[in-house]
């Protein structure tokens, strides 16, 4: 019984550790490729495109720069190579610490991170966005070290 007993508190404390991992730091500058589906324009997508015109599908170049984190929330701004926007973002991390939920000031993200240095970063927004365009782009990000 006693052998049980040590066996059960080995088992008990393995869990506890497992289940209290390390929330992963997210600071950093962040940046990645990818593609993008576009109806419309704005300032990552420019041109003379209207909402009401096709599609077009993009390359997309992205700067994410994590500048502040408190446990699971962190926030900072991104950018892209189109435009230095420089836009407000927040994200909140879930307590499986490998998926972000966030938005920013017109469009929301879900995040899957890979790895210490990898997310894939996908984004949305709706017509109701203040450019009135649409867009979903999702693309692999490494954080510069």
């Not at 000031?105 to 984004?123: A, S, V």
């Amino acid at each position: 019984m006693k052998g049980f007993a040590v066996s059960f508190a080995l088992l008990i404390a393995t869990l506890s550790c497992a289940s209290a991992q390390t929330i992963p730091d997210l600071k950093g500058n962040w940046v990645g490729k990818g593609k993008a589906v576009v109806f419309g324009t704005n300032a990552h997508h420019p041109g003379s495109q209207r909402a009401s015109d096709p599609a077009r599908v993009r390359e997309i170049e992205a700067t994410q720069m994590v500048e502040g984190q408190d446990r699971r929330v962190a926030w900072g701004h991104s950018s892209s190579a189109a435009a230095d926007t420089k836009e407000p973002v927040v994200w909140a991390l879930s307590s499986d610490n490998k998926s972000i939920t966030g938005a920013d000031m017109d469009g929301y993200f879900r995040i899957p991170l890979l790895g210490r240095d990898r997310m894939e970063k996908c984004y949305v927004h709706n017509g109701t966005s203040p450019t009135g365009s649409v867009v979903a782009p999702c693309y692999a990000m490494r954080r510069k070290r």
